[in-house]
C-alpha cells in the first residue's frame, strides 16, 4: 500500500462526510474550550469520558477506513477506559492522559497493520 493510497483510504470519498468531520472536532474543540472558561460544571465533570469518547470514535472510524486491527484495538482500550472512570473518579485526568499518551506511543513503535482490498489491487 502506498501512501497515496493511505491518503484516499483515509480521506471520504465525498466533501459532505469531509465536512462532518471538520464540524464535529470544532465543536469539541468549542465545547472544551465553553466549559474551562465559562466553568460549566457538567462539562469540566465529563472531560475526560468525552475526550475518551472522541478519540475511541476517531480510532473507530480510521480501523473501519484503513481496515485496521490495530485502530479496532485502540477504540476499544478508549471505550474501557470509559467504563471504568467511574471507579477512578479522582484520577481521571491521569487516567485519561495516561491512556491517550500510550496509545500515541503504541503508535509510534508499532508498525500498523492495513489489509487492502481486494479492488486495492489491479493485478
Given at each position: 500500500?502506498?501512501?497515496?493510497?493511505?491518503?484516499?483510504?483515509?480521506?471520504?470519498?465525498?466533501?459532505?462526510?469531509?465536512?462532518?468531520?471538520?464540524?464535529?472536532?470544532?465543536?469539541?474543540?468549542?465545547?472544551?474550550?465553553?466549559?474551562?472558561?465559562?466553568?460549566?460544571?457538567?462539562?469540566?465533570?465529563?472531560?475526560?469520558?468525552?475526550?475518551?469518547?472522541?478519540?475511541?470514535?476517531?480510532?473507530?472510524?480510521?480501523?473501519?477506513?484503513?481496515?485496521?486491527?490495530?485502530?479496532?484495538?485502540?477504540?476499544?482500550?478508549?471505550?474501557?477506559?470509559?467504563?471504568?472512570?467511574?471507579?477512578?473518579?479522582?484520577?481521571?485526568?491521569?487516567?485519561?492522559?495516561?491512556?491517550?499518551?500510550?496509545?500515541?506511543?503504541?503508535?509510534?513503535?508499532?508498525?500498523?497493520?492495513m489489509q487492502a482490498s481486494e479492488t486495492d489491487n489491479p493485478c
Amino acid at each position: 500500500m502506498t501512501t497515496f493510497d493511505l491518503h484516499d483510504a483515509l480521506l471520504p470519498q465525498n466533501p459532505e462526510a469531509l465536512a462532518i468531520q471538520a464540524l464535529g472536532g470544532l465543536y469539541s474543540l468549542h465545547l472544551t474550550a465553553y466549559g474551562v472558561v465559562e466553568g460549566v460544571v457538567f462539562i469540566l465533570t465529563n472531560l475526560c469520558p468525552i475526550w475518551l469518547a472522541l478519540c475511541a470514535l476517531g480510532y473507530g472510524l480510521m480501523s473501519v477506513g484503513m481496515r485496521s486491527h490495530a485502530f479496532t484495538a485502540a477504540s476499544l482500550v478508549h471505550s474501557v477506559a470509559i467504563i471504568a472512570m467511574p471507579f477512578q473518579a479522582h484520577w481521571q485526568l491521569m487516567d485519561t492522559g495516561l491512556v491517550i499518551a500510550y496509545t500515541l506511543f503504541f503508535f509510534s513503535v508499532i508498525p500498523w497493520d492495513m489489509q487492502a482490498s481486494e479492488t486495492d489491487n489491479p493485478c
